[in-house]
């Protein structure tokens, strides 16, 4: 397939946050997404021992980390594009606990500073676009961690079953037309060596395709160090 220089350029695909805004506003669509993941509460423990204290939680969703991470004695600064994630994060809060601020804000464009962080949480978040999304994105992550901070998250492994279902609307990138969740809005997809290559400037510390909810559900989990 030939692509349009405008298709390869263009970083309006990221809009699937707009469905997670949909979901966020009930409590089916929050019930899956109240507990923190195992592997963010292991990492969490090992980096408050080696002295990391602020973190990004990307994506933030309904709070599920932001809150887990704050009350575990992290500084955490909570970003998503969704006002209703947001909201009801903000509500989660526990009174009196100033460990964390929320922010609504595109993961393309943090109004943040450069190398504020030790700790840069994207669970679920960043493949939500085409490469062009994904790899403006990992610039800014890499903006704002400082030298040697960690960085956690997921991507999708082409061994996931939608992978090539659907439209592919850019290089790895499939919308599913009349989808009735966020797969009806831009997925990219990449295997290991692609994903290495997306990773410039970080150390890639643990990589493992991993099948989140049975067959065909393979994300890829990972866990690098700002070079």
């Not at 991507?155 to 969740?181: C, H, W």
């Not at 797969?183 to 997306?198: Q, T």
């Amino acid at each position: 397939m030939t692509w349009r220089i405008e298709e390869l350029e263009d970083k309006t695909t990221a809009t699937a946050y707009s469905d997670w805004n949909e979901r966020w506003k009930t409590d089916e669509g929050r019930n899956k997404w109240l507990a923190p993941e195992v592997e963010v509460e292991t990492l969490a423990r090992f980096l408050l021992e080696t002295g990391a204290r602020r973190t990004l939680d990307l994506g933030c969703g309904v709070g599920r980390h932001s809150l887990f991470l704050a009350s575990s004695g992290f500084f955490v600064v909570a970003l998503d594009a969704s006002e209703a994630g947001i909201a009801f994060a903000r509500a989660s809060k526990i009174a009196g606990d100033c460990n964390v601020s929320f922010l609504i804000a595109l993961m393309t464009e943090f109004p943040l500073a450069e190398s504020t962080f030790d700790y840069l949480l994207a669970w679920n978040v960043i493949y939500h676009g085409n490469r062009i999304i994904v790899e403006h994105t990992l610039g800014e992550i890499r903006r704002v961690l400082r030298p040697g901070g960690f960085f956690q998250g997921t991507m999708l492994s082409k061994r996931n079953r939608n992978y090539r279902q659907g439209r592919e609307i850019s290089p790895e990138t499939f919308v599913l037309d009349g989808a009735t969740d966020d797969k009806a809005h831009p997925h990219f997809y990449c295997d290991a060596v692609e994903l290495e290559s997306l990773f410039a400037g970080f150390d890639l510390l643990r990589l493992t395709d991993c099948e989140r909810e049975g067959p065909g559900s393979n994300h890829w989990h990972f866990v690098a160090k700002r070079v």
